[in-house]
């Protein structure tokens, strides 16, 4: 299982970019960088996933570094409805996602 | 896109009672879904791993008596909470996915039980 760290919380401003970090030093060479999103009360949310190159959907960046230890999610103009528990975790293929505290960001008007 | 489907959203059952969760995969088969719980200001914690047609493999620490599972089809496995206590009370969540290696796992919308 891959183990990550992130920043408890953060802050963003409205309609600004919201950048993520993670720390995922012991991910497998054959483990995609995950991350999902929590809103209150609510099963998490799939937002992108990578295993070597950058992501880009309608939801998000992924930024993967070479050495694949970090990643940074972009939300390139948060919303406040983008005010959640955001989680990066590893993983391959049918096997169950280990998931750590997250961070908390917060969307300011 | 893909979507798994958990029933009911939020249970309220009397100490000693059992409560069902049900978890449905809708346009897809999964062979193997995944039941985690998250209590308050917590993360989600995996509690086991549901196979079709075999036996759940349960996390340590996790009661494979208590938290009975069934994996009866390719669509549906259910979570049993049996005798629940108080301190059952607790998010419960599942989740699935496709069976190819660059694929993601979808979650339920998560069942909240809450034992008096």
């Known amino acids: 299982d891959a183990k990550t760290t992130q920043p408890p919380s953060m802050d963003c401003a409205e309609g600004r970019a919201a950048n993520l970090p993670c720390n995922h030093s012991?991910?497998?060479?054959?483990?995609?960088v995950y991350w999902y999103r929590q809103i209150h009360s609510q099963g998490p949310q799939y937002i992108i996933h990578?295993?070597?190159n950058n992501e880009t959907n309608e939801m998000a960046s992924l930024i993967i570094t070479e050495d694949r230890k970090s990643s940074t999610l972009i939300l390139p103009h948060a919303t406040l409805r983008d005010t959640a528990v955001y989680y990066c975790?590893?993983?391959?293929?049918?096997?169950?996602?280990?998931f750590g505290k997250g961070t908390r960001l917060s969307v300011i008007a | 896109g893909a979507v798994v489907s958990q029933h009911p959203s939020r249970v309220i059952c009397k100490s000693g009672t059992s409560v069902k969760i049900e978890c449905r995969s809708l346009?897809?088969?999964?062979?193997?879904m995944f039941w985690y719980r998250q209590f308050p200001k917590q993360s989600l914690m995996l509690m086991a791993t549901?196979?079709?047609?075999?036996?759940?493999?349960?996390e340590q620490g996790v009661e494979k008596d208590k938290f009975l599972i069934n994996h009866a089809s390719l669509t549906l496995s259910t979570l049993t909470v049996t005798s629940a206590h108080p301190e059952d009370s607790s998010f419960y969540i599942c989740?699935?996915?496709?069976?190819?290696?660059?694929?993601?796992?979808?979650f339920g919308s998560g069942t909240q039980l809450s034992v008096l």
């Open positions: 989740s699935a996915g496709r069976s190819a290696t660059n694929e993601k796992l979808f």
């Open positions: 012991t991910i497998s060479g054959n483990e995609y």
């Open positions: 990578g295993l070597k």
């Open positions: 975790t590893g993983g391959s293929g049918n096997t169950p996602l280990v």
């Open positions: 346009d897809f088969q999964a062979t193997t």
């Open positions: 549901s196979n079709e047609g075999s036996k759940a493999t349960y």
